[in-house]
Nanobody, 121 residues
């Protein structure tokens, strides 16, 4: 069993910052790519940022220069530092990770339960 648990969401004023964390736990042999998605009401889930196991990051155009993704491989944790937040950034943020368990030969995608980010104008 593998779990991803997010934390760090909340309410912030426009222009403010939040830092999301997502820790993976369970029978983990290896962590592959990790990332953050978000879904606003009435909209499709979209990729916000992703990071490879060696730290190569990719960002959606809408967050470039404002958000930073990072990871701690020792802690099986991925972070999302969000600065200059705007009302359009409000959404439920989900972390995801490709995880190889001890009993598996391949990586499987796992998802967290989501954390709400609300930005007031």
């Amino acid at each position: 069993q593998v779990q991803l648990v997010e934390s760090g969401g909340g309410l912030v004023q426009a222009g403010g910052s939040l830092r999301l964390s997502c820790a993976a736990s369970g029978s983990i042999f290896s962590m592959g790519d990790m990332g953050w998605y978000r879904q606003a009401p009435g909209k499709q889930r979209e990729l916000v940022a992703s990071i490879t196991s060696v730290g190569s990051a990719n960002y959606a155009d809408s967050v470039k220069g404002r958000f930073t993704i990072s990871r701690d491989n020792q802690k099986n944790t991925v972070y999302l530092q969000m600065n200059s937040l705007q009302p359009e950034d409000a959404a439920v943020y989900y972390c995801t990770a490709n995880i190889k368990r001890y009993c598996s030969r391949i990586y499987y995608p796992s998802w967290g339960q989501g954390t709400q980010v609300t930005v007031s104008s």
